[in-house]
């Protein structure tokens, strides 16, 4: 979106080569089947635009209301793709990627605070990003635009459950659990029925596909990334189980193949990125390029099952003391004791969840599919903080759902779960370690204190020898090409 406050004055929008237009501001929504775009000029000059999930149940949004002098953006409790705000010169630009924004984005005009989260792994919840003047709407917020700037507004904390409650006598909680996430994953927007499943392995993928399957979707594609291994060779055995069960069309993907920072990966070919993206961004592109070529409008994903089978935030437990970072240089070490400030309230759905929905998800939009996260869907995070630990510790329920679907004990409770981290040595080790010796000779966040070249260049030359590369290089690793990409 490119909004100028001048055009307001006398909104005339219309429709032409899928953007809506106005003088020289111009408004276009994803290139997503799953998306509907509503205007409303009924009261011009004021103007109402939406772009939501055509779907009939509580659904995705982003509403902008127009008026002269005055513009504001909302958004809904989902958060899935969220959107990227800067203005400049009387104009407002937003985007849910990034990367369409770098006009406004400046290397030397850095949040030395987020810099120093990302750089430790104390991510947090904001409207802040990496970039100085550029804003992520968060859930529920608003932002609102006039000729004074621009201002983000942050909503109430959202009301949880603040204790587990009593089952009643007689109350099969997985037969609860299997009716919502069933009739969450019925309400998704696909006109074609033709879906596609993330099928990790894991409990959580595993319960999304087993709903799915239940769902009756006229066409469904599995894809699965396989992590090499004797991990990997279990992993395989519990998703060809759920595949041949659930009668998926599936595709697998070595992840060995497309590790971090691979040649021929959105890195290693320095394409423009989101410096703070996933670790996995190489390997997850492939499954997304496969997913579009299949045509999936959909793609279900498993994000969420973590969360809302752990003790929830309204508890006592505490974050981890994180890991110390030995390179930080004075900018950084500085910007810590800011970590906590200008954080966004409480959400509806999980802090962590949303998180990985802002790293992972435009990736699905620029593929033109649209991620769901049914653990993540507000009534089944509702139903999950009032269930009593017993059926949450170890993912019991989950794991009892998949085990009364007549599936066995191996693919309910595998004895060694999946993890990634030996993809994330083969990148480091392979590709990471030679672009580490770039970043020294000339490094972006070297060059503006928040990196120790010297630390840094220490803890690459022990990595070079030691049985393991230390992952928190990645981190390092991924900002420096991250941000060069964008330059």
Known sequence: MRLRLADLQEPKWRSQ?????????????????????????????????????????????VELTMEPGQARLAAGVFGTAPLYLAEKAGELHAS????????????????????ARTLTRQHRYTSETLFQGVYRLTERAAATFTPSGL??????????????????????????????????????????????????????????????????????????????????????????????HCAFRDTATLGM???????????????PHDPAGAFYQEA????????????????????????????????????????PVLWLGDKAIRALAEVNEHLAPIPV?????????????????????????????????????????????????FRERIRRAGLPEWVAAPAEPENFLAVLEKGLRSYGLPVLDDMLKESILVDLGYVDGKALAKAGRNADSAPVVPDLLCDVLALEVGLRSLM
């Open 17 to 61: 080569g899928g953007r809506w237009t106005n003088g020289e501001s111009w408004i276009e929504p994803a290139n997503v089947s799953a998306l509907v775009m509503e205007v409303n000029d009924d009261q011009a000059p004021r103007v109402r635009v939406r772009v939501k999930e055509c779907k009939r149940d509580e659904a995705d949004f």
């Open 96 to 115: 849910w990627d990034l990367t369409l924004l770098r006009p406004h984005l400046r290397a030397d005009r850095l949040v030395p605070r987020v810099v």
């Open 151 to 244: 201002s983000i507004h942050y909503p109430d904390p959202a009301e949880h459950v603040l204790e587990p409650r009593t089952l009643r006598p007689g109350v099969d909680p997985l037969m609860a659990l299997d009716d919502l996430l069933t009739d969450v994953i019925r309400q998704a927007p696909t006109a074609t029925g033709c879906v596609g499943v993330e099928l990790s392995g894991g409990a959580d993928s595993a319960n999304v596909a087993l709903a799915v399957k239940a769902a009756r979707f006229p066409e469904v594609h599995s894809f699965g990334l396989l992590v090499g291994g004797s991990t990997g060779r279990q992993q395989g055995e519990r998703r060809r189980a759920l595949v041949e």
């Open 257 to 271: 193949q497309h590790p971090p920072f691979c040649p021929g990966g959105v890195r290693a070919l320095r394409r």
């Open 284 to 323: 997850f592109n492939v499954v997304r390029e496969q997913a579009a070529a299949r045509r999936c409008e959909v793609m279900f994903t498993g994000s969420g099952g973590d969360e809302i089978n752990a003790h929830h935030s309204r508890t006592r437990a505490e974050l981890p003391t994180p890991e």
């Open 349 to 397: 759905l999980p802090v962590p969840t949303l998180m990985a929905f802002g790293m992972h998800n435009p990736g699905f939009l620029r593929a033109g599919i649209w991620p769901v996260s049914p653990l993540a869907h507000p009534r089944i995070v509702r139903f999950m903080e009032q269930l009593p630990h017993e059926h949450k510790r170890g993912k019991a329920l």
